[in-house]
């Protein structure tokens, strides 16, 4: 872990409205959205790489932003880092290619040109090398000089071809380098010896690298501040000659010697592969103020034989202590850490430390694992505190480690802990946002771990999230379907299912269509619904598959489709004759068959004497409610529109619509809202002047049900839509029956009163959850 973090650094990570309140930079949008528009901003050369068409000459802070943003957003290429061989517009300094794929090529034409104070190619994929960057910084003599800061972390180095015809080109040859990061590489005792000639070196993190000997650090031993040197599994000292060494660098004021063997030691086995390296860390602390007495900072996180004495003597021995690295070593909860106000510390004792522990480790995936399992320790307390400072540490640590399995599934349990209940509703929105997009990936990318979906299904579970935050529900939906697909575990069913029932709600009509196409979701949720009618039960999961499959449907000819095929007309005959008594159930199961009626092409197959007799029933009667009757009746309104595709016999139309003009009359206005409609276009049938009164009087009805509830959305709808003039000629015509007229003209009078004020129609009204239990 690099410790002179004194200053502001570019680092390649997700955009910061994900994780704040507060809105984009006007700078950032701009760099963003040429982003996307390169391929119309910029030319082709022969070599397919592009070129800017015009470019004014950028401020070099803004030219090494925009190479930031396409690294993050991950269209920096060999085609696309093009751009920055006019260097004359695009003037580099601090540049930043962090995991992109880039050939030596690309990145000599494109970026060695520049008189770059600072590069960071960590993790760069393909064949890009650290000789080939040596070599291609070296062959610009401004270079040379100017690059103060170069990492090359999680890199192939490839030592072997750092050979020029006349020269042997090393990091030597970058005089003006003060920062390198070469951890997770393949660096070697020669290199690391050139290393250290270097006259101005003060920052050096050399983690996780095969170097077997210390001793070359003592070539920079009055300029190294700073040295990071976890997990050095293959060095090949005594602990008393390391101690030597270290103690002999005068400069130094910060020291990592952290390790991580005791994430893949057994608790119970003795590790003598760390022997060594723990007892010099022994000897370090307990070696008195007389070594290193100017150090500031020290990590031993994960190191054994650190007792609490060892601190506490190492601590009273250095008043300027700054922080301190103790996760995993069992000392974290001395005394004399709790009385230095200007110490930090990572460790596991308390939630300061754990929270400093996950600041500090975001590239140390073992330690930010081991502090989430305290974490999630500490949390399980936390039942009315919102902490959305503390969430945004386990953001970080998902986000970091996405390919992790082990930091996925601890950390989306701490993120259940930290959203529970009542404790997501003062989150951001937009962090709350960033964190469901976490887990989504998770589920993705660990479809066959049940612990872990059932984390991730668990903190998607919320009302808050699911009625509020923006997030991708079509792609939700989707994964828990697939999910639920394997599963038959109740609880998990039950949340699954409420889940799917709310997301389906809140989609647009294109992606429910979308949804609805694929036949296994419909299979499912009957499935679901025809176990539970076998066993008689009433439960949230069954009202909570109606309500997804009402929704499913609403406006969705496909799953409607989809729902005849798969039988879904007679298992819903059966669940109404099962259900009788219960409103609740009939309501849903009604609503859905609602929306089958009004497919033509589907109606047909609803030409059932069984089924209709039974909806009529429900049009009214003192243990009917209005919610059951007002869906019984859209049903029959619906399939009695139109009299050449009625296939029944026609007094059995005629008596339906009598049936329903009369039931009509009796409806009371509900108190609550029973309904939502995201158009009234399917009405517009009903409405026709040659329709019959009863079925002209159901849709200006339902017209006038929602415009009392929602006066300013749906006047405004009815306006936009060219509802109004439908209600106008119905108004108007001499033929039509006074009691549509009637209920005509008073829609059109709360339209008039909300003409004034009603409010800008959204794009995309949101369907009603009917699904509510």
């Known amino acids: 872990m690099s410790t002179d973090g004194k200053r502001t650094e570019y680092t390649c990570a997700y955009p910061r409205q994900a994780e704040e309140s507060c809105p984009l930079a006007l700078s950032e949008l701009c760099l963003a959205q040429v982003c996307l528009s390169l391929d119309s901003l910029c030319s082709t050369h022969p070599d397919g790489s592009l070129r800017l068409s015009w470019a004014p000459l950028l401020p070099q802070e803004m030219a090494d ?49 520049h008189r770059l104070q600072e590069l960071d190619a960590s993790g760069v994929p393909g064949g890009l090398t650290g000789a080939h960057i040596l ?55 020669p290199f690391l010896e050139d290393i250290c000639t270097l006259p101005q070196l003060e920052v050096l993190d050399i983690s996780s690298t095969p170097v077997t000997e210390l001793s070359a650090l003592l070539g920079c031993r009055l300029t190294l501040r700073s040295l990071t040197a976890h997990g050095l599994r293959q060095l090949d000292m005594s602990p008393a000659r390391v101690i030597s060494i270290l103690s002999q660098l005068h400069a130094l004021r910060h020291l990592d010697l952290s390790d991580d063997r005791f994430a893949s030691a057994p608790p119970s086995a003795e590790n003598d592969e760390g022997a060594e390296g723990d007892e010099a860390v022994r000897l370090l602390l307990e070696g008195g103020s007389g070594i290193l007495p100017a150090l500031v900072s020290l990590d031993v996180s994960g190191r054994k034989k650190v007792t609490e004495g060892a601190v506490t003597a190492f601590v009273e021995g250095r008043r300027g202590l700054l922080f301190l690295g103790l996760l995993a070593t069992g000392a974290g909860s001395c005394d004399v850490l709790s009385g ?60 970091s480690y996405s390919e992790s399995l082990h930091v996925q599934l601890v950390a989306s349990a701490c993120v259940f802990n930290l959203t529970n209940q009542d404790m997501a509703v003062g989150m951001p929105h ?24 059932k984390n991730c299904l668990l903190v998607l579970c919320s009302d808050t999230i699911l009625q509020d ?57 009957l499935g679901i619904v025809q176990q539970k009618a076998m066993a008689g039960v009433v439960d949230s999961t069954l009202k909570f598959a109606l309500s997804a499959l009402w929704n499913l449907t609403d406006e969705t000819p496909t799953a409607s489709r989809h729902f005849i095929q798969c039988q879904g007309l007679e298992l819903y005959e059966e669940v109404l004759e099962t259900y009788y008594s219960e409103s609740s159930i009939q309501q849903k199961v009604l609503g859905l068959l609602n929306n089958i009626a009004e497919v033509e092409e589907l109606q047909a197959d609803m030409m059932q004497e069984d089924l209709l007799e039974h909806v009529v029933t429900l049009l009214q009667g003192p243990q009917v409610e209005v919610g059951v009757s007002y869906f019984a009746g859209g049903i029959l309104a619906h399939l009695t529109s139109r009299q050449d595709a009625w296939t029944l016999d026609q007094g ?33 049938s009903l409405l026709q002047t040659s329709q019959p009164a009863g079925v002209q009087l159901w849709a200006v009805w339902a017209m006038r049900l929602v415009c009392t509830q929602n006066g300013v959305q749906y006047c405004h709808m009815l306006q936009v839509e060219g509802a109004v003039e439908f209600l106008k000629i119905l108004s108007s015509d001499l033929d039509t029956h006074s009691n549509v007229r009637g209920m005509a003209e008073s829609i059109l009078v709360m339209v008039e009163r909300h003409q004034p004020t009603s409010s800008p129609l959204r794009t995309q009204t949101e369907k009603g959850h009917h699904g509510s239990s």
């Open 65 to 113: 932003q925009l190479l930031h943003k396409m690294a993050a957003q991950g269209t920096l290429n060999d085609r696309t880092v093009g751009i920055f061989r006019s260097c004359e517009q695009l003037r580099l300094r601090r540049a930043c290619v962090r995991s992109s794929p880039l050939s030596a090529e690309a990145f000599r034409l494109a970026l060695c040109p």
């Open 135 to 189: 070599s291609g910084l070296a062959s610009n003599p401004e270079c040379r000089a100017s690059l103060q800061r170069l990492t090359l972390s999680r890199f192939q180095l490839g030592w072997t071809s750092l050979e020029m015809e006349e020269e042997q080109v090393g990091f030597s040859s970058l005089q003006g380098l003060r920062t390198l990061n070469l951890a997770n590489t393949d660096l070697t005792d």
């Open 340 to 399: 230095k106000d200007n110490l930090k510390v990572t460790g596991e004792a308390n939630e300061k430390q754990i929270c400093e522990s996950l600041r500090r480790y975001r590239e140390r995936e073992c330690f930010t694992r081991e502090a989430l399992v305290h974490l999630y320790q500490l949390t399980n307390d936390m039942y009315d505190q919102t902490r959305p400072d503390i969430l945004k540490l386990v953001l970080g640590g998902m986000q």
């Open 430 to 453: 937009p962090l709350l946002s960033a964190v469901v997009h976490q887990v989504l990936e998770a589920m993705r990318s660990f479809p066959s771990h049940q612990q872990l979906q």
């Open 469 to 525: 935050v923006p997030f991708d529900r079509f792609e939700a939906a989707k994964l828990v379907m697939n999910w639920l697909s394997g599963h038959v575990d109740r609880t998990l069913q039950r949340m699954a299912v409420a889940v799917i029932s709310i997301l389906v709600a809140k989609l647009s009509t294109e992606q429910t269509t979308q949804l609805g196409a694929d036949i296994f979701i419909m299979k499912q949720l």
């Open 652 to 684: 059995l139309r005629q008596t339906i619509l009598e049936q329903l003009h009369a039931a009509i009359l009796t409806w009371a206005l509900p108190e609550r809202e029973m309904v939502s409609y995201r158009s009234f276009r399917p009405f517009f």
